[in-house]
């Protein structure tokens, strides 16, 4: 069974398409009271060398070496915050006309971010098929393996286990770059709306007279007549009803950053 202890953790990392985060741990420490095998010595017969030993020559120098640490600390000191000239007088900004908006909220009623959404999860959802077929066709090797092991010689097992976790850890990269690549394609398509948007809330911020927009998540009170997070929605939607979600292609050099959630990941290699 110690073939099939080694490979299990690959075969589980082919389908969820990373290996499970290593946990840390830390033995606690320990205190250790004192021997008591040696006990403290009470010398009886030699209380006369101690006071005869000329030890007070120890004491000044170990003075000396802790004033010139300090010594040599005071020349390192923060320098004096300068004086700046003062600046003219400007005029004044123009009072504040606010405006809310919830982006959270027009991303998610946007045609064009939920065909988006659409798209990356047929894509995923692809890829996580592949992944348990990969999967089940390891898992079918290593019974062959596990079958074979009163025939073969260990070296021979030894090889074999070898060449199974190499192919598991190759499979495992690949659809990780694979699932990086559907991500990077997403990210590139919602990087259009964003840009859009941008313009679309300034537009519409203007035609109601705001100079100021905020998050509506970071507001506590607001009423109806400041939220433009309809206008800039159907705006959005009149202006940029869809987009053209690119091919998610593994590109060399390519870095996998990990996802803050696992997925099971969807297609890559150019769909």
Known sequence: MLLFSRLRAALVAVAVLAAPAAFAQSSPGYFMPPSQSAPPAQPAPQPAPEPVAPEPAAPPQAAPSQSQDQSQAQPQQIPAIPKLPALP????????????????????????????QQVIQQRQQALGE????????LQSQLQGILAERGKLSDADLEK??????????????????????IQNSGQAALGQIESELIAI?????????????????????????????????????ELLP??????????????????????DGGDGDGQ
């Open 89 to 116: 007088p400007s005029p004044p900004p123009p009072p504040a006309v606010i405006g809310v908006l919830s982006v959270p909220e027009v991303m998610q009623k946007s045609t064009a971010a939920q065909g988006v």
């Open 130 to 137: 592949d992944a348990q077929r990969a999967r089940a066709k």
């Open 160 to 181: 074999k286990e070898q060449d199974l976790r190499n192919e598991a850890a190759a499979l495992q990269n690949k659809f990780e770059l694979r699932n990086q690549a």
């Open 201 to 237: 809330i300034k537009e519409e911020a203007e035609a109601h007279g705001m100079n100021l927009v905020l998050h509506r998540e970071q507001v506590a009170l607001n009423i109806q007549a400041f939220d433009i997070t309809d206008a800039v929605t159907a705006r959005l939607n």
């Open 242 to 263: 869809s987009v053209q979600v690119p091919p998610s292609v593994v590109t060399p050099g390519m870095v996998v950053n990990p996802p803050p959630q696992q997925q």
